[in-house]
């Protein structure tokens, strides 16, 4: 399959100024260097914590910040670098959902209306069959008619994410992408949304960026994951090599860190705790960005800075002691 | 069970006056939690878990009334203190931590002011012991570098040391309860790992009675001996944390439980609860959950279920588990 979405090298740093004339004392690295590739029809998960560059990659790729360096490809046309007619043509293929629907919907907007905006602008359909089309799109969220009528904070949250990702696919994009589409919901109203968007998915033939601190919800939904730490990727694989064979201490940290449902399985499962919190991606760590926290941390840990490995095709991790890593964990558990 | 109850909720009702009508909160709920124990209060946002927090830490806000009911805390009713008693029980005997700590400090104060003022207020300590056992507290909830900390402002320090700093300062006046309310939600999950297991090692430490409030099921495993599952207002079951996750009772437990993505499995399809939480100005007459329930039967929305005993050390509100009365 060909990739719709690739990113190479890309960074972000961020100018830290100071003082009454803004002079700069040093750069906060957002992302630095990351590559991946969606392609068409999958469900691509970045995971990480406050600070990982997660969604400063998301708004490097919605074109709402200009990266420092590196590209970004969409059907190998550079998105970066697109003008004019180009970058409608983008805006077309490239739709987002936000965390907070309340804050992504104009509240002074009626439903049928911010539904329509995006028909308005990107298709010519005439004025009758636009409304036509929003039924069809609401009708499509599973949302009944009447809401078409009524104003964003009228509805409850579930509802108003349906209007978002509503709006999102009315323009049939290619690629939806998705920053925390359910961190503000409730369980049961999470469920609803999750579902609605993988059914989405196959009937429109969408790819997903997802981007999500929720482990839960990657496993759900997502056929590749990277697990970023302080704007690199640590690991990246499959979903089933990621959960089932994690190598990097650090997803193996957060997988361990989800609250486990069941209690037969929380007495198998083997807990790491990393000690203290990520350090400021002002000045990170030397070395493996991980080795002020890593408990397997060894003296080249701190001085060389390990680089992604090969580990199958498909699965890449950035940590010195992979290989030792799988027994220090079994001896341990 | 004839020692005596820590705490004993006994029908208790709370509305808040608002603009748009009565919301009734909380209604007719009762529960007991016993010296040492460990209870979370699980439900969605409106469920009134906050509420029924913030009434046992004597902290509800000025339009909440409460309608009836009791709040026995060792045989006395907190709901009947004079005012001047209040101080002896809130924040004294009762320590409440919230979710979002960066509002839990003001941000014109140091993490030390605010130590220090809690333990001369209720201590009468002078300024040099208030320090000396700020540090201790802080020590306590395993922050490093206790001397900068007291010296820091809110803002300089991380969610996740706050939260902790907001645990050492809830603590401080040693407290006999403590309710967390939704402590880790606002945090990443891996500083959420650590503060869990900060609560679970203080809460064995200091024989500490718990009461954690959380819309997440997962938590309530992790922390908690005990759990009630709120909806609408309502108290629908209450059991051992591990039977009402493995076994669950309550047609709204049993969905809730479902439609929690596992991270152990991939999974087909996830089950949701169908439509929405009632409308509390006007909740409906019978069970709360009566409308979004497939099992509903006509008795259901006659009248509110009782409590029904499943298994000696379980109870449900729900018609379906009928015979054996409370």
Redesign the interface.
């Known amino acids: 399959m060909r990739s719709l979405l690739e990113i190479n090298e890309l960074t972000k740093y961020f100018p830290v100024k100071t003082g009454l004339f803004g002079r700069v004392v040093g750069y906060v690295r957002a992302v630095d260097g990351v590559s991946f590739k969606i392609s068409e029809g999958a469900v691509f998960a970045l995971v990480g ?2 600070g990982s560059g997660k969604t400063t990659i998301l708004r490097c790729v919605l074109r709402l910040t200009e990266p420092t360096s590196g590209e970004i490809l969409i059907e190998g046309r550079n998105v970066t670098q697109l003008r004019g007619k180009d970058l409608k043509w983008f805006r077309r293929n490239v739709q987002a959902v936000f965390q907070n629907p309340y804050l992504s919907l104009n509240p002074r907007m009626k439903v049928k209306d911010l539904i329509a905006e995006p028909l308005k602008t990107h298709t010519n359909v005439s004025k009758n069959e636009v409304y036509r089309k929003v039924a069809e799109v609401l009708a499509l969220v599973g949302l009944p008619e009447i809401v078409a009528n009524q104003y964003p904070p009228n509805l ?1 949250g ?1 509802q108003a994410q349906r209007v978002a990702i509503a709006r999102a696919l009315s323009i049939e994009p290619k690629l939806l992408l998705l920053d925390e589409p359910t961190s503000a919901l ?7 949304i ?2 609605l968007l ?1 059914e989405l998915k196959e009937k429109l033939g969408l790819t997903y960026l997802l981007v999500t ?5 990657v ?2 939904m997502s056929d590749y994951i990277a697990v970023m730490y302080l704007g690199k990727i640590m690991e990246i694989g499959t ?2 090599e990621i ?1 089932s064979e994690p190598k990097h201490p650090y997803t193996l ?14 007495k198998l499962k083997k ?1 790491i ?3 203290g ?2 350090p400021s991606p002002m000045n990170p760590p030397s070395g493996c960005r991980l080795s002020n926290r890593c408990p397997y941390a060894t003296k080249e840990c701190v001085t060389e800075e390990p680089k992604l490995t090969k580990i199958t095709e498909t699965h890449y991790v950035r940590c010195l002691r992979h290989e030792d890593l799988s027994s220090l964990i079994t001896r341990e558990a | 069970m004839s020692e005596e109850k820590l705490l004993k909720v006994s029908e208790l009702t709370i509305h808040y006056h608002t603009v748009e009508g009565i919301i009734k909160a909380v209604r007719n709920i009762s529960l007991e939690v016993n010296v040492g124990d460990s209870l979370c209060i699980v439900g969605e946002s409106g469920s009134g878990k906050s509420t029924l927090g913030l009434a046992i830490s004597l902290s509800l806000p000025k339009n909440a009334v409460v309608v009836s009911g009791s709040i026995l805390y060792k045989g006395r009713d907190l709901l009947k203190l004079k005012t001047s008693e209040v101080g002896r029980y809130r924040g004294k005997e009762i320590s409440m931590i919230f979710q979002d700590p960066a509002t839990t400090f003001n941000p014109l104060f140091t993490i030390g002011e605010h130590l220090t003022d809690i333990l001369r207020h209720h201590f009468g300590m002078s300024r040099e012991e208030a320090l000396e056992r700020a540090v201790e507290l802080l020590k306590m909830v395993r922050l490093p570098d206790q001397a900068r900390i007291l010296h820091a402002y809110p803002h300089e320090l991380s969610g996740g040391m706050l939260q902790r700093a907001a645990i050492a300062a809830a603590l401080s006046t040693n407290p006999k309860i403590l309710i967390a309310d939704e402590p880790t939600t606002m945090l990443d999950v891996t500083t959420q790992a650590q503060i869990l297991d900060l609560i679970n090692s203080l809460k064995r430490e200091l024989n500490l009675t718990l009461i954690l409030i959380t819309h997440n099921l997962g938590i309530a495993g992790e922390v908690c001996s005990r759990t009630a599952v709120m909806y609408a207002g309502t108290l629908l079951e209450e059991g051992p944390t591990e039977d009402i996750i493995l076994n669950p009772l309550h047609p709204y437990t049993a969905k809730l439980i479902k439609a929690v993505p596992i991270i152990t499995k991939t999974q087909g399809r996830l089950s949701h609860i169908p439509g929405v939480l009632p409308d509390l100005r006007n909740p409906p007459k019978g069970c709360p959950f009566v409308d979004r329930c497939e099992l509903a039967t006509p008795e259901c929305s006659a009248s509110q279920p009782e409590y029904f005993r499943v298994g000696g050390v379980r109870r449900v509100a729900c018609i379906l588990y009928g015979g054996e009365h409370e």
């Open positions: 914590e406050s409850s579930g409730d369980v049961s109203v999470q469920a609803q999750l579902n993988v601190h929720d482990l839960s919800v496993r759900y979903a089933e959960f940290a957060l997988l361990s860190s989800v609250p486990e449902l069941n209690p037969q399985a929380k807990k705790i990393l000690p919190e990520p």
